[in-house]
């Protein structure tokens, strides 16, 4: 979802949304120049002006979407997920897959191999994620951008800053929630949280509150419905269960058993539960917890258009400096033939 650094040559479709962005603002710095020098033809020299110079600025439109991926609310989720990312061309508005269904489970077992077996063939069934296009633009005042230019400041970059945050909040939102207006074909956009293929345990049903249960309810609860539903989807273990901070602080209370403390009730329950890491985020909150098995055949942010930086023209010098932040991401969350899945999500649901 980002232009970093070896990210080409782990997903070669980024280099032709690397391309697409240049040839965007090559195109706009070209225009610019053109513009400018058509205005000053008609000008006396010294009341000639300057093209704004978006050159100067590519790299450090590049580099704040870069330190500003890693800050907001949530992005450690986004982020944790982006190691499985998809990346696909722009024109796929969603990502379809196929699902092997059943087959004839004679087996034939003789000496000669002639024994009669059936001949047939499976059927397949199949899913899809929507790639919906995030946008959020932004405007500097013609005047302003040139007269705080030279008081030091910055009001393009500051600009960008502010609404990268803008931004980023709607990306966590997507692989959380996905986006209720986007749906391609039958397929609606959804996340982590309300994915048809996320397998959910109601914590009003459970009848547990994660942020107040005691460690010895936790120790049930865990060791019971949620071992038996990686039980039942056949899952070895969960990379990371993302918690909220209010059940991380219950799960980083001190444990005593037999009087003897034996580290936090978290420490405790990681050596017992088949999860390798619980991390709390303030992305979710009060009862609910969302864990997943960090691949991509279960699990993968569809990146359609890294995040970009794009200026858009100016006919004329005295019109404003107009840009955009630009991607397109969904999420998918599969599940197999018999409906299995590896993406796990406990909360209220009643």
């Given amino acids: 979802m980002y232009f970093e650094l070896n990210a080409e040559q782990k997903h070669p479709h980024l280099k032709s949304h690397w391309n697409a962005l240049w040839a965007n603002r090559t195109y706009v710095s070209e225009a610019d120049k053109q513009m400018m020098a058509a205005y000053n033809r008609h000008l006396p020299a010294g009341m000639q002006v300057n093209a704004a110079g978006f050159r100067d600025y590519w790299a450090a439109f590049d580099n704040q979407v870069l330190e500003l991926r890693n800050q907001g609310i949530g992005m450690e989720i ?18 379809f897959y196929n699902t092997v269904g059943e087959i004839a489970e004679d087996v034939s077992v003789s000496i000669d191999g002639q024994a009669p077996y059936s001949f047939d063939h499976t059927e397949y069934a199949g899913d899809a994620d929507p790639i919906p296009v995030i946008s959020a633009g932004w405007g500097v005042n013609w005047r302003h951008f040139r007269g705080l230019q030279t008081e030091g ?60 249960a005691t460690a010895a309810q936790l120790i049930a609860f865990f060791q019971g419905p949620f071992a038996t539903l990686l039980r039942t989807n056949r899952i070895p273990e969960l990379d990371i269960l993302w918690v909220s901070d209010e059940v991380g602080v219950n799960l980083g209370k001190v444990y005593v058993e037999n009087g003897v403390t034996v ?36 699990v993968t942010p ?40 590896g993406v796990v999500y406990l909360g209220e649901l009643t």
Avoid: C, W
Wanted: proline share 2%; hydrophobic share 40%; net charge positive.
């Fill in 153 to 212: 400041f910055d009001l393009m970059m500051d600009s960008q800053r502010a609404k990268l945050r803008v931004y980023n909040e709607k990306l966590v939102d997507i692989v959380l929630n996905g986006a209720s207006n986007i749906q391609v074909q039958s397929y609606a956009s959804q996340g982590l949280r309300n994915h048809r293929n996320t397998k959910k345990i109601d914590l009003t049903v459970a009848a547990i509150d994660l942020t107040t």
């Fill in 78 to 95: 986004v982020n944790d997920l982006l190691q499985v990312q998809t990346v696909l061309d722009i024109g796929k508005t969603a990502k």
């Fill in 302 to 341: 569809l990146v359609g258009m890294a995040t970009s930086i794009q200026m858009l023209p100016r006919p004329m010098p005295e019109h404003n400096y107009n840009a955009r932040v630009i991607g397109a991401m969904g999420l998918q969350v599969k599940a197999d033939a018999q409906g299995l899945g």
């Fill in 263 to 298: 580290g936090t009730v978290q420490e405790y329950l990681l050596k017992f539960i088949k999860v390798k890491e619980i991390r709390s985020t303030y992305a979710l909150e009060g009862n609910e917890a969302v864990g997943y098995v960090r691949n991509r055949d279960v």
